[in-house]
């Protein structure tokens, strides 16, 4: 993906979408994703940033909480936050939207 893409824009806000119900078990997030009956299991990493999307937020917020959550360098930080965003909003778990556009 380029550098450019709304993901990534620190400002772009991330929410997740109604599609979807969620819980913890064990420290780990599951999710179901009604619309297509689908069930995802997320790692440590990933629940962290779907609590931290129980309200919508910054790509530059979920990546500071990686940074305070995790003995990571940035880049890793950036990896990691690229892979969950692209993964989640595939799923139709989340959508991203440019600070800019009204809503």
Same mark, same amino acid.
């Given at each position: ?11 772009? /806000?991330? +929410?997740?979408? =109604?599609?979807? !119900? @969620? ?5 780990? &997030? %599951?999710?179901? *994703? ?24 910054? /790509?530059? +917020?979920?990546? =500071?909480?990686? !940074? @305070? ?5 940035? &880049? %890793?930080?950036? *990896? ?24």
């Amino acid at each position: 993906m380029a550098e450019d893409d709304l993901e990534f824009r620190e400002g772009a /806000v991330v +929410a997740r979408t =109604d599609e979807s !119900l @969620s819980t913890t078990l064990d420290g780990e &997030a %599951v999710l179901l *994703q009604s619309e297509a009956g689908m069930y995802y299991g997320m790692n440590e990493v990933a629940t962290l940033l779907w609590e931290r999307l129980e309200e919508p937020t910054t /790509v530059g +917020a979920l990546r =500071d909480a990686l !940074l @305070s959550e995790f003995d990571v360098d940035a &880049a %890793v930080a950036r *990896q990691d936050l690229q892979a969950f965003l692209a993964d989640v909003e595939a799923a139709g778990l989340v959508e991203i939207r440019d600070p800019d556009d009204a809503a």
